[in-house]
């Protein structure tokens, strides 16, 4: 293999390495075999190889015009980045020593590969990809701004202190007439601008190339940066130009470039000079792209990698040309919080007006408690209780309202503030902040105009004359009939004078382009972002715990809210919970807050106090149990969990039979501790469960009719005979059985019924041979069924133990078993029973609370007849789409199973895995179930409406079709 012979310094094909000869390479230099698969580069060679064991790294091949020492300058700030904890790739060391080989005339390193896919490989970029990008990129440049290497200081082809020099050698290339002219006149008019500032524009080491296709998802909210192929010394605010150019190449938005570059201040302040050289820089940054894009395809014709992104290139260069620099400059420098020009001090709007006026209307603002928020209105009414302690009050910009948004909300909603209200008790006097042009606009609004920025006052009576000196009275705002005065404030930005005053997230980042937050004009805060908050609490979320948290959706949505059958994010969108049978009398509830807050305010001490709402609680869940059987219970013992209630029932069992075996059926999850997870046998929730399982656990098959290994009529006739043969194995060997526990429905296998006649049967053989029966009703008990009230009665079958959680605290950590005296008096006999928390005034006053709110709302009879109207909309889907293969269960506690195909029960597994993701953009919070992970879980909150469902239903049809679509 020749180097290349380069027509110009600019022009430089990718080294003419095949498949073939890359793995000769990695043989003969470090010793590896592996498969191999071309990953894209404009200028380089790049190979992906994946080894035996499954490891993954790169091979990468440099062009001939890379050097040694450039190279090992890469290495180097490898070592900077690591220790500044930023993700890169490590080199590995070739067999010779060191980490570069030179094979005819290219130098070859082998890096590791970074899982999680780059930004360009997401389908969607908004607010919180632009701002990972802006992060990784101040965090590089703060990483790097004090290394030193000789082999940074390098002529690249990225480096835009060298970008007139490229366009004017490669513009002809341009085969498009009047997209080489728009380059050119792009190309000069920025370089006259940055030519002002150049020599105030610091330089240090910089990435050079850091876009969506070279950061990688690395966590939650973090970005992992590959490709140092460009790395040299530039100036240090291309590193954000370059950035900013990959966010206008996949939107298109001025207000997602301000996020990245507010990202990236919180690691580099940048100078005055850099934020007057941003805006030209990336227009200079598209002209290159799309100079060297078409030279690039042409010089190399397989070079899909190159020809692809020319048209996200152009559009970079078509929107930076769109925007004014100083109108952009003025909106990043706002983003940062400094004037829109250097040296302003900005004067008051109107007197009183500052940071303590502001009123918070956030979604989690106390004003929308109580389902508030459902009624318009309430943010009128909390800016005037504002009033009644401060002579000004102030709404925010691109604050979400959730007094703006319907529920069920199958649609994004326009609940966004691109404006703020200012309000005032009395008169209202308003001044300009800054010398400005006065410009009437319509009858009772004028715009004062400095350069880019358009500040618009509507509501207001003008006393201005053509001009206003900072400070000066412009006019007076209009009084309501109550007595208060209000003026809306916007920053108008670009031509359009189109009223735009709402949008919804899906829209912001277009809109807000045209209506930048003007709270820095006004000497107030800007609302937090809603992005930032959730990407802070993802990160916080795994640091607590690592990979030991499970939790739903890949990117999900920062809950702030709940009400009812709703939890609302940070964004105010209600979503519809389908999912939390943890809270069964709703979210928030009114009757619970009230009970727990009494109870707080007047005793919680530990269970071994005598006060009576320890007894009540008992007394109440006896009373339940002996409604299905009578007088077949006496006592109750309050824990704090269901994996607790279940341990604690083993143990009970254990005790009270003096066996120590258990009997439990396939596919089940009973809880975390020692014994609740010994007779979890669930392989999703523990995948190490046959290797872990303690030798008097002993299994018989799920009895599930649909696809387990017996089916349809007769299936539980099968099932007992087996479970029955099962026990007589036991008897055999000695070890006859103490205890047999199940879910009372197959909650892990999606809301299964276990067949007619099964669990009665099996409780019966179980008690036959002196065992006792274990009801786990964790997920099930308390009415969520509709027909009985709890799951075993359901079945026809009478326990000899119940362990109910979840639902009895409704998500406050409550739990209890409910058994006979006989079996709670053996327990005592090995000692005292204790639980600090267990049973405290707070939790039995919780518990007492739920079961009475269960009744008096009859919300058993609600999961009943919502129940009934789930199952029948779902039916009808099923006559529609063949991907439902069954609908398990009864009540609120149903699933719906997803198949392949109907024949071969295949499950659909990852099509339930996309479902769900996409369930979410329609207000849907529904989750996958069972070892499959192919089961619909549909197990919410008992105050769901039939209205609910309809709305799920709809959606579920829409992404159900969408599914077929794509097969």
């Known amino acids: 293999m020749a180097p290349e012979t380069p027509v110009s310094p600019w022009k430089r094909a990718r080294p003419d390495v095949g498949a073939d000869a890359a793995a000769r390479i990695l043989r003969e230099h470090w010793g590896i075999e592996g498969e191999l698969r071309e990953l894209g580069s404009n200028q380089d060679r790049n190979y992906l190889v994946t080894e035996a064991d499954g490891r993954r790294r790169v091979l990468k091949i440099d062009n001939a015009a890379t050097t040694r020492a450039e190279v ?34 290219h130098l070859a390193r082998l890096q590791e590969f970074i899982d999680g896919g780059t930004l360009a490989m997401r389908p969607e970029f908004g607010e919180t990809e632009a701002r990972a990008l802006g ?72 990435h050079g190339d850091l876009t969506d296709d070279n950061a990688v998802r690395t966590g939650a909210a973090s970005l992992g940066v590959i490709d140092l192929g460009d790395l040299g010394l530039g100036w240090r605010v291309a590193e954000l130009a370059v950035a900013i150019a990959s966010v206008l190449q996949r939107t298109g938005s001025l207000a997602l470039a301000a996020a990245c570059v507010d990202e990236f201040g919180r690691h580099a302040k940048l100078a005055d000079a850099e934020l007057a050289a941003l805006w030209p820089l990336v227009r200079l940054r598209g002209a290159a792209l799309v100079a060297s894009g078409w030279t690039q395809v042409a010089l190399d014709r397989d070079n899909e990698y190159a020809r ?47 940071r303590k006026s502001v009123v918070e209307l956030s979604p989690d603002a106390d004003v929308f408690d109580h389902g508030g928020w459902l009624h318009r209105g309430t943010a009128d009414d909390a800016l005037l209780e504002r009033l009644d302690r401060r002579a000004v009050a102030a709404t925010r910009w691109g604050e979400h309202r959730l007094d703006r948004t319907p529920a069920p909300c199958p649609t994004a909603p326009a609940n966004c503030a691109l404006f703020i209200d200012v309000v005032a008790a009395g008169p209202l006097e308003v001044h300009a902040p800054f010398d400005a042009r006065v410009e009437a606009h319509g009858d009772d609004a004028l715009d004062l105009v400095d350069g880019p920025v358009r500040l618009r006052l509507s509501g207001l009576r003008s006393v201005a004359g053509l001009t206003a000196e900072a400070g000066e009275v412009v ?69 607590a715990l690592g990979k030991a948290s499970e939790r739903y959706w890949e990117s999900p949505p920062l809950i702030v809210r709940g009400w009812g059958q709703y939890l609302i994010d940070d964004e105010a969108r209600p979503l519809l919970d389908l999912v939390n049978n943890v809270t069964a009398i709703g979210h928030s ?110 299994l018989v098959d799920a009895p599930n009719a649909y696809r387990g290994p017996h089916r349809g009529d007769g299936a539980g006739e099968r099932y007992l005979a087996d479970a029955r043969e099962r026990l007589a194995e036991l008897d055999a ?17 999606g809301g299964v019924i276990p067949p007619k006649g099964w669990l009665r049967g099996v409780y019966e053989a179980v008690r036959e041979r002196g065992g006792v029966a274990i009801a786990d009703e964790v997920q099930v008990g308390l009415g969520r069924l509709g027909s009985h009230y709890w799951g ?102 149903q699933g719906v199973e997803l198949v392949r195909d109907r024949e071969s029960l295949e499950p659909a597994t990852a099509e339930t895995a996309r479902l769900c993701e996409r369930m979410l953009a329609h207000g849907m919070i529904v989750q996958p179930a069972s070892e499959r992970q192919n089961v619909l879980k549909f197990k919410p909150p008992m105050t769901i409406t039939e209205e609910d469902v309809d709305a799920f239903a709809e959606a579920l049809d829409i992404e159900l079709t969408r599914l077929t679509s794509e097969r």
């Open 72 to 105: 090992e300058a890469q290495h180097f700030a490898v070592e900077a980045l690591l220790a500044a904890g930023v993700v890169v790739p490590r080199p590995s060391e070739a067999l010779a020593g060191g980490g570069i080989v030179e094979v005819d005339g």
């Open 135 to 206: 992060e990784v990129a101040g965090q590089v440049v703060a990483a790097l701004a004090d290394v030193e290497h000789p082999g940074f200081d390098r002529t690249t082809q990225w480096d835009l202190r060298n970008a007139g020099d490229v366009v004017a050698d490669l513009l002809d290339g341009i085969g498009d007439d009047a997209r080489r002219r728009r380059v050119k006149s792009e190309t000069k008019s920025a370089l006259r601008a940055i030519a002002a500032v150049a020599d105030e524009l610091p330089v240090q080491p910089v």
């Open 308 to 354: 692809e992104r020319m048209e996200s290139e152009w559009r970079a260069l078509e929107v930076a040309a769109g925007v004014d620099d100083e109108l952009a400059e003025a909106v990043f420098r706002t983003t940062l919080g400094r004037p829109h020009r250097p040296g302003l001090e900005y004067a008051k709007l109107a007197d009183g007006l500052g």
């Open 475 to 543: 006019g007076t705002a209009r009084r309501s009939t109550d007595g208060t005065s209000r003026i809306r404030v916007q920053w108008i930005a670009g031509a359009s004078g189109a009223e735009i005053e709402w949008t919804s997230v899906v829209d912001k980042p277009a809109l807000a382009s045209l209506r930048p937050d003007p709270s820095r004009l006004l000497g107030l805060k800007p609302a937090p972002s809603t992005v930032r908050r959730t990407r802070t609490e993802r990160r916080r979320r795994d640091t």
């Open 589 to 698: 509830h009114p009757r619970l807050e009230k009970a727990a807050a009494y109870q707080l305010r007047t005793l919680n001490t530990n269970s071994r106090f005598l006060y009576p709402e320890y007894a009540d609680y008992v007394e109440r869940l006896v009373e339940r149990a002996n409604r299905a059987w009578p007088g077949g219970f006496d006592v109750a013992v309050p824990v704090n969990s269901g994996s607790e209630a279940v341990d604690l029932a083993l143990r009970m069992a254990q005790v009270f039979t003096g066996r120590r075996d258990v009997v439990v059926p396939r596919e089940a999850y009973h809880g975390w501790t020692h014994a609740s997870d010994a007779v979890s046998t669930s392989a999703f929730d523990n995948p190490s469960a046959a290797a872990s399982r303690p030798d008097w656990v002993h």
């Open 733 to 749: 060997a000695g070890t006859p059985v103490g205890g047999f526990i199940c879910e009372t429905v197959l909650g892990n296998a």
């Open 792 to 893: 075993a009665e359901l079945a026809g079958a009478r326990p000899d133990i119940i362990a109910v959680a979840k639902a009895a605290g409704n998500a406050f950590p409550v739990g209890a078993v409910i058994t006979r005296r006989e079996i709670l008096d053996a327990l005592a006999d090995e000692g005292m029973f204790f639980s600090s928390a267990a049973g405290t005034p707070l939790s039995a006053a919780v518990g007492s609370t739920v079961l009475d709110v269960i009744d008096d709302e009859r919300l058993q009879a609600r999961a009943k007849r919502v129940g009934k109207h789930f199952a029948k909309r779902m039916r009808e889907l099923q006559r529609y789409h063949d991907w439902i293969g069954e609908v398990h269960g009864t009540g609120l506690y």
